[in-house]
């Protein structure tokens, strides 16, 4: 399922709490309602929620 209007992201299912950047993303850029922090390069992950250190 793609979840950006601009289809940038993917999240495989809705209990995922990250998305692959199918596009590179810039920091500042929102995706799925979550503000890049830093570069996020093609393929990498992205978290979309808070993580607990417990499950990293």
Known sequence: MLTAPTARALRLTDAD??????EPFSAGDTIVGV??????????????????????
């Open 17 to 22: 709490n990250i998305v692959v950047a199918i």
């Open 35 to 56: 503000t890049a922090s830093q570069r996020v390069p093609r393929g990498h992950k992205m978290a979309v929620e808070a993580i607990p250190a417990m499950r990293r």
